[in-house]
T-cell receptor, first 114, second 111 residues
Framework: TQLLEQSPQFLSIQEGENLTVYCNSSSVFSSLQWYRQEPGEGPVLLVTVVTGGEVKKLKRLTFQFGDARKDSSLHITAAQPGDTGLYLCAAEMNYGGSQGNLIFGKGTKLSVKP | DTAVSQTPKYLVTQMGNDKSIKCEQNLGHDTMYWYKQDSKKFLKIMFSYNNKELIINETVPNRFSPKSPDKAHLNLHINSLELGDSAVYFC??????????FGSGTQLSVL
């Protein structure tokens, strides 16, 4: 059973369109992270959301943490080809208080065509 | 300078061989990790070391043995490689509960 469900799995859109990807779970998390991974590279952290209902903006990216801290969404406005990549959500499983046992969703592979 | 560097970038080898992947971080972090990403891009933690001490050891075959000679290095040795070991292996580091920094990955292909 996948603890973090991401949807959609694949998304192909034209430049300028808006999109939303989702990360859902039946578990409650103290925080949730979003990463972007480009081909041939490791994931890079975009944002961490901590408070239920929290909204964070990173230029054209808007991240929201659900009120119950079980889900999150990432909305991209006016997508550009540079947004192409694999978007991963991740949440921490406690292992003696040490971060790093992040469980990852399977990702949303986004392709933005010019 | 690269914050988390791992070598080699690509590793092609025959089944049954033993191989190592090296990882170094120059961020001064106290915790280092190994993650495995399969062909479907699913990323899963394998090991975590804090100040050279093993903290997390997920269910991986004992053919995989991490070694941390010092805080800045965490190497991964794999014995008797199998076809199913083919994947991309990522090293990462963090300082306590702060964010993870990933290396650029080692693509392992077992033939």
């Amino acid at each position: 059973t996948q603890l973090l469900e991401q949807s959609p799995q694949f998304l192909s859109i034209q430049e300028g369109e808006n999109l939303t990807v989702y990360c859902n779970s039946s578990s409650v998390f103290s925080s949730l992270q979003w990463y972007r991974q480009e081909p041939g590279e490791g994931p890079v952290l975009l944002v961490t959301v901590v408070t239920g209902g929290e909204v964070k903006k990173l230029k054209r990216l808007t991240f929201q943490f659900g009120d119950a801290r079980k889900d999150s969404s990432l909305h991209i406005t006016a997508a550009q080809p540079g947004d192409t990549g694999l978007y991963l959500c991740a949440a921490e499983m406690n292992y003696g208080g040490s971060q790093g046992n992040l469980i990852f969703g399977k990702g949303t592979k986004l392709s933005v065509k010019p | 300078d690269t914050a988390v560097s791992q070598t080699p970038k690509y590793l092609v080898t025959q089944m049954g061989n033993d191989k190592s992947i090296k990882c170094e971080q120059n961020l001064g972090h106290d915790t280092m990790y190994w993650y495995k990403q399969d062909s479907k891009k699913f990323l899963k933690i394998m090991f975590s070391y804090n100040n050279k001490e093993l903290i997390i050891n997920e269910t991986v075959p004992n053919r995989f043995s991490p070694k941390s000679p010092d805080k800045a290095h965490l190497n991964l040795h794999i014995n008797s490689l199998e076809l199913g070991d083919s994947a991309v292996y990522f090293c990462a580091s963090s300082q306590r509960n702060e964010k993870l920094f990933f290396g650029s990955g080692t693509q392992l292909s077992v033939l």
